[in-house]
């Protein structure tokens, strides 16, 4: 089943992703076209966050490889 998901900073709490996840398991990347809504900033191929830009990612071009230990994700 598909599932909404709110990927937050682990750091400071503001919200980076709404995704949409399909299938079971650990969400490692973001792949870009189930990004429903995105609030990071891009430096060149990192992701960080809009508010106290902490790095939480890595811009691989079809995906976003999260850092594990950045974020915090919700339902
Ligand atoms: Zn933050």
Do not use: S
Not at 45 to 69: M, S, W
């Amino acid at each position: 089943m598909p599932r909404i998901l709110r990927v937050e900073c682990a750091e400071c709490g503001a919200l980076l992703f709404v995704y949409l996840k399909m299938g079971e398991g650990r969400l490692w990347h973001c792949w870009k076209n189930r990004i429903l809504r995105d609030y990071t900033v891009r430096e060149g191929g990192e992701v960080r966050c809009p508010r106290c830009g902490g790095l939480v990612g890595l811009d691989k071009g079809a995906f976003i490889n999260l850092k594990q230990r950045a974020v915090r994700i919700t339902r």
